[in-house]
């Protein structure tokens, strides 16, 4: 499944214009170095038991260190219904954010 890919530069501006989610799919050791403040946190591993919580009406962009688990989150949540999941193309490496 083809899952539309946000870059990194353009993260903050589509979340705006789609009024969107920013979910972030790490895990909590990671979220402890640090996350996008507007994130809600689910470790991927919990999403398939936590996907009720999120609206599938709202746009979602899926981030993790380097987008390739919130690629695959992303289309898991594409293949549950949510109208719009995409990914942080690069992930919060392409950020600046993790090493």
Not at 21 to 34: K, S, T, Y
Request: with cysteine.
């Amino acid at each position: 499944m083809q899952v539309e890919q946000v870059p990194a530069p353009e993260w903050e501006q589509w979340v705006a214009d789609n009024d969107a989610v920013v979910l972030d799919i790490r895990e909590p050791v990671e979220w402890e170095m640090g996350t996008l403040p507007v994130a809600v946190m689910i470790r991927m591993g919990d999403l398939p038991g936590q996907i009720d919580s999120l609206d599938a009406s709202r746009p979602t962009l899926v981030v993790c260190r380097s987008g390739n688990r919130s690629n695959y989150a992303a289309a898991f949540l594409a293949m549950a219904g949510f109208d719009r999941a995409a990914n942080l193309s690069g992930g919060l490496v392409a950020l600046g954010m993790e090493a």
